[in-house]
T-cell receptor, first 115, second 117 residues
Framework: AQTVTQSQPEMSVQEAETVTLSCTYD???????LFWYKQPPSRQMILVIR??????QNATENRFSVNFQKAAKSFSLKISDSQLGDTAMYFC????????????FGKGTSLLVTP | EPEVTQTPSHQVTQMGQEVILRCVPI?????FYWYRQILGQKVEFLVS????????KSEIFDDQFSVERPDGSNFTLKIRSTKLEDSAMYFC???????????????FGPGTRLTVT
């Protein structure tokens, strides 16, 4: 079974600053995918960024980037130029294989962006 | 942009009653999922569905739960006899067929908040 660990229950960052959310996972799978989802107060789950395990290059989506360390089984999310709208719960998730498999989520990190 | 929709947004029911939560996945998607999130906790996988069959289910998805694709657009989750601990947000998600660039990405609906009293 796969486990996903987010060791930071809460974090705070000032507007325009950079923050990094950590995530580690445990798996024996070779083919898998990693994701960060954002959950604002509305509780909608929004896909922020994804990483294929077979790709060495770290994924980037605008202000969001990841640091994927496959050997260390680490998948951190960096948010640059933080905005007030980034305030949300952030969940790291693991999925083995391809379509049809379950997303296995961490417990989440609550991020507060302050003015 | 296509999106997953869910109805109702909030459902209140009494313990022991049956509830049906409804979802309309993205139209060209073939994999469908249900997740739940008890308030303040992480999102937990319940079941995945493909080609009119359950492809994977978790320990949570016991005999009280069932899923169905009653027509070409809806995907439903039924809870036969609700318990207080079934109170949670229930999310539907869908993903595209294999082979596409983003076939592994799951897109979530806005959720149905189920309150069991």
């Amino acid at each position: 079974a796969q486990t996903v660990t987010q060791s930071q229950p809460e974090m705070s960052v000032q507007e325009a600053e950079t923050v990094t959310l950590s995530c580690t996972y445990d798996t024996s799978e070779n083919n898998y995918y990693l994701f960060w989802y954002k959950q604002p107060p509305s509780r909608q789950m929004i896909l922020v960024i994804r990483q294929e395990a077979y790709k060495q290059q770290n994924a980037t989506e605008n202000r969001f980037s990841v640091n994927f360390q496959k050997a260390a089984k680490s998948f951190s999310l960096k948010i640059s130029d933080s905005q007030l709208g980034d305030t949300a719960m952030y969940f790291c998730a693991f999925m083995k294989g391809n379509s049809g498999y379950a997303l296995n989520f961490g417990k989440g990190t609550s991020l507060l962006v302050t003015p | 942009e296509p999106e997953v929709t869910q109805t109702p947004s909030h459902q209140v029911t009494q313990m022991g009653q049956e509830v049906i939560l409804r979802c309309v996945p993205i139209s060209n998607h073939l994999y469908f999922y249900w997740y739940r999130q008890i308030l303040g906790q992480k999102v937990e996988f319940l079941v995945s569905f493909y080609n009119n069959e359950i492809s994977e289910k978790s320990e949570i998805f016991d005999d009280q739960f069932s899923v169905e694709r009653p027509d070409g657009s809806n995907f439903t989750l039924k809870i036969r006899s609700t318990k207080l601990e079934d109170s949670a947000m229930y999310f539907c998600a869908s993903s595209a067929p294999s082979g596409g660039r983003s076939s592994y990405e799951q897109y979530f609906g806005p959720g149905t908040r189920l309150t069991v009293t």
